[in-house]
């Protein structure tokens, strides 16, 4: 983009002048705080022309930069270049943060100002007393989105469509009284819920708004008398319609959601997550709130044993799907044809389209050759995607999503014959992976108590890696949720049966590999003892075989070599009847047993 966004920064400026703004910050998210928006939010991108998923732009009267992690340090450099905009570097030591920075660049009584529709309750709040702390004044008013983009993208107006009782194994009447249950000893009486993928659990609802997210853009009200659903009309097929109708759930247009708020009864008290729901949304609701983490995020976080049974279908399918993609990319490569990062993407969506069930990725696949594996999370382009030899490390992180469930896996394979080092480096990722799979641990346990399992072997050698360890998966929704994790930082929530969690440590040296691998795992009942209380441990639900020629077989104790070969005596039993006789003779061979 470059020099064809400098004149979208000087009609912000233009725009920032009119109103007496001295700066204004611009998030690269919705009014539902959503981890993917659709193209018609994504101005922070029209603006600086930074396409990362995570980044904040920050544009004074005579300065501009844009803030992003280290997972796009090197895409932001390259597409700031000539923008008018200078990349910052969040979380590095000694890099001034967005605060600091305004605090340095602005004088007393300067202007802050934000869209307050785009910054959740809590957002605002840290931005408040900032502003408070520094002389400075916030408007939350301020919307140059909807004066200065000229050619700004509709709303989504897609169809949505009912995921079915027979997938999700529970009815909208039951959710919401598990809900309401939850809202009430929190001592509201109803709940005003924003984020996509709660309404889509909560009504069982999906839709196409947003990429890799099967969600549909809406706002929902729930109380004991009140069921409201705040959606585009263009959006209601007749079953959708019929749907809502039979659960006693009234539509309201997408543009009635504030009015509505306003005009609550003074005797009620609405639940209102400030992580989760808008400042400006927020504002609006002139009678009682209670502010607290919505409850909806700890109920679909357990999944049900349908849920669970499909998802373990959905990673038959990927695995599958896996399988014929890998076999194709192996004696391609070693036939010397030209095949590139992107071409393994586009292969096994067209490998996992051949089900049904299939319903799009879960996110940008991670295809990294040798050096670009190094950065944690690379995205190939036309320019970009390297072309793969015979030789070298590929590191591939992917999921789908299909009907019954939402795949997430991260394989390190080698194309050639690999170096020691490499070996070595594999086997020590690959030990931590283990350690924490077979984990067992009482009941209360949080994923900052495990997470030093998967970081020990790299420690043990003074290495280690910077991205969490575990994240929580949903069904059919979004890739990344919470709110259990598996990470350094503190996360007082609990690990409990029926949660899905990714386990993925990583190595990543930079300028020559990146090494990753990571599986699901589903946390079921262990052992109960008298003395010492009820233990939990891990299913692994992903299936498919580690690249045992990276494997230093020397490296592993007796129990990780018999652990190993047990997963793969799971993986080739439970994928062979989906492939034919020339894939299961090449699956076979990669889930043969290793011997020490």
Known sequence: MSKQTLPHLEAMRMAMRAKNVDAVIVPGTDPHQSEYVSPHWKFRDWLTGFTGSNGTAVVTLDKAGLWTDSRYFLQAAEQLEDSGFEMHKENIAGEATITEWLASELDEDSIVAVDGRLFSVMAANRLENFCAENGFMLATNFYPADEIWPDRPERPRAEAYVHSEDLAGETVDSKIDRTMQAVEQAGATSTFVASLDEIAWLFNLRGTDVAYTPVVIAFAYVSRRERVLFID????????????????????????????????????????????????????????????ASPIVALKAIKNDVQIAGTRRAMERDGAALTRMMMWLKSSVAAGEAVTELDVDNRLQSERAKYDEYRGDSFGMIAGYKEHGAIVHYQATAESASRLQPGGLLLIDTG????????????????????????????????????????????????????????????????????????????????????????????????????????EPGLYKTGQYGIRTECLLLTVE??????????????????????????????????????????????????????SPDEQQWLDAKCAPIQR
Not at 249 to 268: C, G, I, Q, T
Not at 530 to 547: C, V
Request: aromatic share 8%; net charge negative.
């Open 233 to 292: 009309d263009c959006k209601l097929t007749p079953a959708v319609r019929a749907h809502l109708k039979a659960y006693d759930v009234r539509v309201r247009p997408y543009d009635d959601v504030e009015r509505f708020l306003e005009k609550r009864a003074e005797s009620e008290a609405v639940l209102i997550d400030p992580d989760r729901v808008s400042d400006t949304l927020a504002q609006a609701i002139m009678c009682g709130k209670v502010y607290a």
């Open 400 to 503: 789908g999503q299909y009907l019954d469930g939402t795949t997430d896996i991260t394989r390190t394979i080698t194309l050639g014959e690999p170096t020691a080092q490499e070996r070595h480096d594999f086997t020590l990722v690959l030990k931590g992976h283990l350690a924490l799979a077979r984990a067992k641990f009482p009941v209360g346990t949080t994923g900052v108590q495990l997470d030093a399992l998967a970081r020990m072997p790299l420690w043990q050698e003074g290495m280690t890696y910077w991205h969490g360890t575990g994240h929580g998966v949903g069904h059919f929704l979004g890739c990344h949720e919470g709110p259990q994790s598996i990470r350094m930082e503190i996360n007082p929530t609990a690990l409990k049966p029926g949660m899905i969690t990714s386990n």
């Open 526 to 579: 262990g052992a109960k003892t008298e003395d010492f209380g009820d233990y939990l441990q891990f299913e692994t639900l992903t299936l498919f075989p580690y690249d045992a020629r990276l494997i230093d077989v020397g490296m592993l104790t007796a129990e990780e070599v018999e652990q190993i070969n047990a997963y793969h005596r799971m993986v080739a039993e439970r994928l062979r009847p989906m492939l």
